[in-house]
């Protein structure tokens, strides 16, 4: 399932959207993995924002390589 819609973004136009594979979301699961990061401005769901603090505080993906 796919569920997305557009945001302006300055002069562009972005398209935002979720992924749901087996009843998981992919964008929670890259943002647990520290593979994404959460924008606030467009993200309102705690889960998100919960997920990259506890990737952050466990060094996970990319925060591993960049010392984040």
Known sequence: ??????VELGRA????GEVIAQGRSL???M???GQATVYDRYCDERRYSHAEQAARQEGQGVRA???M
């Open 1 to 6: 399932m796919l569920w997305g819609g557009e």
């Open 13 to 16: 136009t972005s398209a935002l």
């Open 27 to 29: 964008n929670l699961a």
């Open 31 to 33: 943002v647990e993995a």
């Open 65 to 67: 390589v960049l010392g």
